[in-house]
Structures are given as C-alpha cells and as structure tokens.
C-alpha cells in the first residue's frame, strides 16, 4: 500500500468533512443545540446566568423564525397560485431568517459568556471548531 493510501486510510470517516460540517451548521439560523443532560443546564445557569437569558433569547428567536417561515412560504405559495405574487414579496423571507440569526448571535453570545467565566479568557477555551489543532 503507498504512503498516500495508507495516509488516507488512517484518516477518521469525518476528517475530510468536518469543517464542511461546521460551517453547514453555523449557516443554518434556526437550531441551536440541545443542552446534553439536566446538569449541564444548571451548571451553565449557576456560572453564567447573563448567558443562561442570552440563551433563552436565542432560543425564543430561533422558534419565532422558524415557527413564522411557514406559514410565510404557504401565503407566497397561495399568492402565486392567486396571481397575485411579484418578486417584491420575496423580502418577506428575511424575516424568519432575521430571527433566525439574531437567534445564533445571541447563543453566540452566551457561548462567549460561558468561555470567559470558565476559563478566565476566550483564548484559551476548549471550545474550538472541528478539526483545528
């Protein structure tokens, strides 16, 4: 087996995506990740509780955005079958999606939150994205 085949198969299955993983997520406005157990929660709410509210902002923000698209594409849909529809009503799309990303930088926030009241700084937190060294 060459170096570059034996380079390649020792690689992990997510290696080569994770970044590209990554940056998927980050785009997308409306989830932010769950909470992996009950005391996560309250430990994120006891060290940082100006986090813990930008979070539950975050939160709020994301299930407006994502409850309101919806019914948004569902009223553009019915207007183009009405005859009714102009590509001006398409503005209306930022919406959701306003809400959505107002929702990942106010979860942003609260990560920073946490990341300074843990470690002391932001530079040298554990959090870091997939893949960097």
């Known amino acids: 087996m060459s170096?570059?085949?034996k380079q390649i198969?020792?690689?992990?299955?997510?290696?080569?995506?994770?970044?590209?993983?990554?940056?998927?997520?980050?785009?997308i406005p409306f989830p932010t990740p769950m909470w992996d157990s009950e005391n996560e929660r309250l430990g994120f709410k006891a060290r940082t509780p100006?986090?813990?509210a930008f979070r539950?902002?975050?939160?709020?923000?994301?299930?407006?955005?994502?409850?309101?698209?919806?019914?948004?594409?569902?009223?553009l849909v019915f207007k183009a079958f009405?005859?009714?529809?102009s590509l001006t009503l398409l503005w209306l799309l930022l919406i959701p999606f306003g809400f959505g990303?107002?929702?990942?930088?106010f979860y942003g926030l609260a990560?920073?939150?946490?990341?300074?009241?843990?470690?002391?700084?932001i530079a040298h937190s554990n959090t870091r994205p997939p893949g960097s060294t």
């Open 111 to 121: 990560c920073v939150f946490a990341m300074k009241r843990t470690t002391g700084s």
């Open 101 to 105: 990303m107002s929702g990942k930088l």
């Open 9 to 27: 198969a020792n690689k992990g299955p997510n290696d080569s995506t994770r970044w590209l993983w990554w940056i998927l997520w980050s785009l």
């Open 50 to 52: 100006v986090g813990y």
């Open 3 to 5: 170096a570059a085949r």
């Open 56 to 75: 539950g902002v975050a939160d709020l923000l994301g299930a407006v955005g994502l409850i309101t698209i919806l019914p948004l594409i569902g009223w």
């Open 82 to 85: 009405g005859r009714s529809f």
